[in-house]
């Protein structure tokens, strides 16, 4: 079974530009989450999607976020426009309808510059 | 609200000594708790989980945790620290029902010294 699939791994650009992180969830889990690491707030849940459909987003920061999931297989997550204190990394995780643990894809490390 | 701590960020032990790192939560209703570990550069991995049953829940690598109600405790222990033990580590809880989300505590750092 393939894991979470995150991409890109690493991302670097300057402040101002849009960001699309991607996400393909494992095959069969019907949740998804997109998670932010940093080092001063640890691990923070963003937004979470059950079967498509955008469940809790109060953890998105800004408007300058957003995040879709057009299909069971594929979510992104947008920022547009980017700034420094948006550098973190950014964890995908998805879990099967029955509440079996979460797992993680290996994440995607951001640098705004 | 649910919430988790972990007590102490770092812990440092000798290879071969006992690992023990502290975990309390707070739910409103029944929890779901899991120990994850993470190590540089990678996502976080499964150790073990507790959901309904047993108490004390064997995981992987030789860890296991044990769920305290009285106490809102689900520590992780492991009884003979390897090198290869050195990570990162994440206690979190979540509402248990399907699709919701998990709540993490801070992290402990682990250190193993030869």
């Known amino acids: 079974d393939a894991g979470v699939i995150q991409s890109p791994r690493h991302e670097v650009t300057e402040m101002g530009q849009e960001v699309t992180l991607r996400c393909k969830p494992i095959?069969?889990?019907?949740?998804l989450f997109w998670y932010r690491q940093t080092m001063m707030r640890g691990l923070e849940l963003l937004i979470y999607f059950n079967n498509n459909v955008p469940i809790d987003d109060s953890g998105m920061p800004e408007d300058r976020f957003s995040a879709k999931m057009p299909n069971a297989s594929f979510s992104t997550l947008k920022i547009q426009p980017s700034e420094p204190r948006d550098s973190a990394v950014y964890f995908c995780a998805s879990s099967r309808p029955d509440n079996q643990p979460q797992h993680f894809g290996d994440g995607t490390r951001l640098s705004i510059l | 609200a649910q919430s988790v701590t972990q007590l102490g960020s770092h812990v440092s032990v000798s290879e071969g000594a006992l690992v023990l790192l502290r975990c309390n939560y707070s739910?409103?209703?029944?929890?779901?708790l899991f120990w994850y570990v993470q190590y540089p550069n990678q996502g976080l991995q499964l150790l073990l989980k507790y959901t309904t049953g047993a108490t004390l829940v064997k995981g992987i690598n030789g860890f296991e945790a044990e769920f305290k109600k009285s106490e809102t405790s689900f520590h992780l222990t492991k009884p003979s620290a390897h090198m290869s033990d050195a990570a990162e580590y994440f206690c979190?809880?979540?509402?248990?029902?399907?699709?919701?989300?998990?709540?993490f505590g801070k992290g402990t750092t682990l250190s193993v010294s030869s």
């Open positions: 095959s069969g889990h019907n949740s």
């Open positions: 739910s409103s209703v029944p929890p779901y």
């Open positions: 979190a809880v979540s509402e248990g029902q399907a699709g919701t989300a998990l709540i």
